[in-house]
Every structure is written in structure tokens, then in C-alpha cells.
């Protein structure tokens, strides 16, 4: 186990971690919403510290990142728990699951550089599920790979506390940011958070000079009005109209059932962003 950082002791034995928006307040023996952090004796530790439940060679673009050093390979390692619960989760097995019950094997930073070396890698991309609930691996193994002028990425869903996301952004080369939507009800009902977090992470990390993607699964019925798109376009293009924007296709998981998404709302969403942005992709299609 690791201590974790970004929490407070109570006085009656329970943490406040103060990691992400949430702000769990957890109870001896109990952990966060995202299942990855828990309070055991009275101290916050890292559930997910060194567990790798994936690790694979994956192409840069299948993060999706277009536009950072295309054609690369890059070792991408994840573990479990998320802090949203997003109906529609394509990665739930390892996000809605606490890494003490998954299979996984054992890194630590050192092993995973070494790794990366060994198998050819530009660097590591923390991946999969939400690797910022896994903060402290991820932040010393990011050190880690900066010292040794390899790359780091994440593929994150932004909702962390604007603390630790400027703390770890020093180590980070690039980033795709998954944008559920551009409204808050649906991050209220769907994913059980808050849009303005996620807003204020990309805006905090395009300012910052690190290479930014987006992505936004387009959902049928639910955040495909083309209107709503290209709101969130017109958004990210007075930040930099060339953030690559990724609209993915959606097919039926976890707990939603809404059928695929058809190809003609995927264009219809494509041409509103492109009134905005310069660099506009259909994914999973």
C-alpha cells in the first residue's frame, strides 16, 4: 500500500481526499467513489499504487492522439477504478472495479521505465481506466520517464482539483481529455459529476503549452444535438482552433442500451465542430 497525497485527517478517524472534486469524506475501512482510494486506520492509501491490471503496445493514435508523434508506439498501462460512473463506460470491468479485486501485476516506476525502454516505447501512456485515481504511481513514474526524456500521456477524464492537475502537468508531454458533453445535467445524470472541472483542466492544460486532444462519444438521444457540439467546439476553439477534436461512435455498454450511434448524426456532429475547429475526426466508425 501507498499513502496517498490530497487528503485531511478528521477527528473521528474518517479522510476528506481532496484528489478530485468529489471530495470524499471516508469512513475507517471504506473507500472513495472512485474505488481506488481507501481509508485504512485512518490513513488514505492508494489502492491502485504499482497494480497493473493492462498493459499493452498500443499505436499513439489509438489513444486517440493524432497529432503527437504519429506513427509511434507507446506503452500504455492502467489498473481499476474511475472517479465518474458513466452509464455508457466502455473500459467498466477495470473503472467499476477496485484494484485489489482484479488480476495484475506488480510495477513499480523503475520497472515500468525500464519496460518501456526494453519494448521500443516513446514512453507510457496512463491509460484505460482513469490513471489520475492511481496519482501517485503515475506521478513519480512521469518523473521518472521526464528525467530520462521519454514521453508521458494521459488519457484522462479531467475531473481532478486544480492542485494536483498543475502538479502533475509538470511531468506530462500530452494528454487526450474525454469530454462526456457539453452540459452539465448530462455530467450530473450520466457520470455522476460536474462539467466546470473538466472545462477548467483543458483550458488550465492548452495554457500550459502541452499537446491537447479531445474526445466526445457522441450518444444518441442523449448528447448528439449538433447544436450542443458545436457549442463545445466554439468553446475549444477560443482556447486553440487546432485541438484535434475526436467524435466517437458509441455502441451499447455496461448499463446503457441506446442502440449505435448512426453514421448521418456523426456527420451532422462533424460539420458543426468543423465551423470551429480545424482538425475534426470520426472515431470508431
Not at 493524432?66 to 498501462?77: C, E, R, T
Not at 481506466?129 to 496519482?135: A, I
Not at 466526445?216 to 466554439?234: H, T
Not at 485541438?243 to 455502441?251: A, D, E, N, T, V
Amino acid at each position: 500500500m501507498k499513502e496517498a497525497l490530497y487528503y485531511e485527517k478528521m477527528p473521528d478517524g474518517s479522510v476528506v481526499c481532496g484528489l478530485c472534486p468529489h471530495g470524499c469524506r471516508i469512513k475507517p475501512g471504506a473507500s472513495g467513489i472512485c474505488l481506488a482510494r481507501a481509508n485504512r486506520g485512518g490513513v488514505l492509501e492508494s489502492l491502485a499504487y504499482g497494480r497493473l491490471a493492462a498493459v499493452h503496445m498500443d499505436p499513439i493514435e489509438k489513444k486517440p492522439l493524432y497529432h503527437f508523434h504519429p506513427g509511434s508506439m507507446i506503452l500504455s498501462v492502467g489498473t481499476g477504478g474511475c472517479n465518474l460512473k458513466c452509464a455508457h463506460c466502455q473500459n467498466w470491468e477495470l473503472a467499476r472495479t477496485s484494484p485489489e479485486d482484479l488480476s495484475s501485476s506488480e510495477l513499480s516506476p523503475r520497472e515500468a521505465l525500464e519496460l518501456a525502454r526494453r519494448m521500443g516505447s516513446i514512453g507510457i501512456a496512463y491509460t484505460y481506466n482513469e490513471p489520475l485515481m492511481n496519482f501517485e504511481w503515475t506521478l513519480e513514474t512521469s518523473r521518472l520517464l521526464t528525467s530520462a526524456n521519454m514521453k508521458n500521456v494521459l488519457v484522462t477524464n479531467g475531473f481532478i482539483n486544480e492542485k494536483p492537475w498543475r502538479e502533475i502537468l509538470e511531468y506530462i508531454d500530452a494528454a487526450n481529455i474525454d469530454l462526456k458533453a457539453f452540459d452539465d445535467g448530462f455530467y450530473k445524470k450520466i457520470c455522476g459529476a460536474r462539467l466546470a472541472p473538466v472545462l477548467r483542466s483543458i483550458e488550465i492544460m492548452v495554457k500550459s503549452g502541452r499537446h491537447v486532444e479531445v474526445t466526445y462519444l457522441v450518444i444518441p438521444g442523449q448528447n448528439d444535438d449538433p447544436s450542443k457540439v458545436e457549442e463545445a467546439a466554439s468553446w475549444l476553439a477560443a482556447l486553440d482552433k487546432k485541438i484535434p477534436f475526436h467524435l466517437s461512435r458509441y455502441f451499447p455498454n455496461y448499463k446503457s442500451s441506446a442502440p449505435p450511434t448512426p453514421m448521418a448524426a456523426l456527420e451532422a456532429a462533424k460539420a458543426a465542430a468543423q465551423k470551429h475547429l480545424e482538425r475534426v475526426y470520426l472515431g470508431n466508425v
